[in-house]
């Protein structure tokens, strides 16, 4: 597959993911969801590795880099589908947009890496207006929407920090494998689960059932490659440009398939967070300081007209 239909393949799996997540649990329960959507993701992502025989070693390095990978994995998609039966599912991608601003923040102290040079404070603090905009809206929406807003959030706060403790370990293996590592310790941990907090259901509904295989092939199986796929293909300032798309699509698809009130309160807060991340990522091409701003305005009026 080329890059820009991968590209436009990405967005459209991370556009619907949300939605999938809410119908995903929808008579049968969310702890059945997960269980049921990673349990068929990692056999067809054990499948994938053995068709390309890629390595999936179990040495003591190995361990190490799946436990990093397996235990936030299950922490951050448990969070997210409890969340979501209390919350829309646009407002998911909404709040998973902050993500880069939290992966940064948590690089910085783990792995001492610079988070608050070239305006990209300003755009932190975008970010959590947005977020404060989103929480007061979620306390108008019902009794536990609040709490859902605080399960997404600890959602993408374990989704960043798995990223940078990867990044730590510097693991020498391909993302396939280390994904299915990953999904090797979490998946044992959401049967669990689903087993002792969850009855069996009786019947699937089928739409729940179209969600589960939906979210298991496109947004397990195939997404992870496709987005490991772009890292390769693409600039890092293409590929965040997809968190800027989607929390906007994921809305109107609620609004459009799922019935979602989507108010104007809400659109004020999605498009703070989406500034945040846009100032956040691209602030360092703007002139923030003095002698950026006169360089600025010298090649301005220094232009041929």
């Known amino acids: 597959m080329s890059a820009p239909a991968s590209y436009i393949a990405v967005i459209l799996i991370w556009s619907t993911t949300p ?10 329960g969310y702890e059945f969801g997960v269980a049921a959507r990673m349990s068929l993701g990692l056999l067809l992502l054990l499948m994938m590795v053995k068709l390309r025989k890629l390595p999936l070693p179990f040495d003591r390095h190995a361990r190490k880099v799946y436990l990093l990978g397996g235990i936030p994995l299950f922490i951050a ?12 599912s646009g407002w998911i991608s909404v ?17 001492r890496e610079r988070a608050f040079a070239d305006g990209k404070l300003a755009g932190m603090l975008l970010g959590l207006a947005g977020l404060c905009v989103v929480f007061y809206q979620s306390t108008q929406l019902g009794e536990m929407a609040w709490a859902g807003v605080l399960g997404v959030l600890l959602s993408a706060v374990a989704h960043s920090s798995s990223a940078v403790l990867l990044k730590r370990a510097q693991p020498a293996m391909p993302a396939l494998s280390i994904t299915t590592g990953s999904l090797l ?7 669990a689960n689903m087993l002792l907090f969850a009855d069996w259901p009786e019947r699937i509904p089928g739409r729940t059932l179209a969600a589960i295989v939906y ?7 195939i997404g992870f490659p496709l987005y490991f796929y772009l890292l390769t293909r693409i600039s890092a300032g293409r590929l965040a440009l997809i968190t800027l798309i989607t929390p906007v699509t994921a809305l ?16 004020l807060g999605a498009g703070l967070i989406l500034a945040g991340l846009g100032f956040y990522e691209y602030g360092h091409r703007l002139p923030l300081n003095r002698e950026a701003r006169r360089r600025f305005v010298l090649r301005w009026f220094q232009r041929p007209m």
């Open 77 to 88: 998609m448990s969070s997210v589908y409890w969340a979501a039966q209390y919350i829309p």
């Open 95 to 111: 709040i998973f947009g902050l993500t880069p601003i939290l992966t940064s923040l948590l690089a910085a102290w783990l792995l």
């Open 185 to 191: 310790v979490a998946t044992p941990l959401y049967i």
């Open 19 to 28: 939605l999938g997540i809410r119908w995903s649990g929808e008579g049968v």
């Open 215 to 221: 979210l298991a092939v496109f947004g397990t199986a």
């Open 252 to 267: 109107l698809l609620g609004a459009w398939l799922n019935h979602e009130t989507v108010s104007t309160q809400l659109w």
